[in-house]
């Protein structure tokens, strides 16, 4: 086991923040309720096994001097996460139609502060043009 803190603090957290993360990732894609596609939600589970396999590799096989701290291995599972809850917010946000009345003076924009809403107004037939008036008399040749 390689997790030392008095040898190696760094190494050690590394590997425990791996495999946490990797284990939240993982459960969260197998939630069975969440609001994520089924193509997310494998995603999501494959990148947790990966990160969660890597910590593994590290805290047990690993047997090299020098190692490379990937910043994505912990920044992709927070950004799962934040996916997951962001759909989970959507799916849950009832989606209420605008009534026509309460719009605004263009479609589906809400009416200015203090502003009553515009009615929409029945189309009018233009009025007819008056006819050119006849001189008095009649014709003349």
């Known amino acids: 086991m390689n997790i030392n803190f008095s040898l190696d603090p760094v190494f050690s957290w590394y590997v425990i923040l791996l495999m946490v993360s990797g284990l939240a990732t993982i459960c969260i894609g197998l939630v069975p309720v969440s609001a994520l596609s089924t193509g997310w939600r494998i995603f999501t589970v494959i990148v947790g096994a990966a990160f969660f396999g890597y910590g593994v590799y590290l ?51 809400a009416p200015f502060a203090g502003q009553a809403p515009v009615q929409p107004q029945a189309q009018q037939a233009p009025a007819p043009a008056p006819a050119p008036a006849q001189a008095e008399g009649g014709p003349t040749a």
Do not use: D, H
Not at 60 to 70: D, N, P, Q
Not at 96 to 105: D, E, I, R, T
């Open 59 to 109: 805290n047990f096989f690993f047997e090299g001097t020098s190692y490379r701290i990937f910043f994505q291995a912990l920044v992709v599972p927070v950004l799962l996460i934040v996916n997951f809850f962001k759909a989970m917010s959507n799916r849950n946000r009832p989606t209420v139609p605008v009534p026509p009345q309460a719009q605004g003076p263009y479609p589906g924009q």
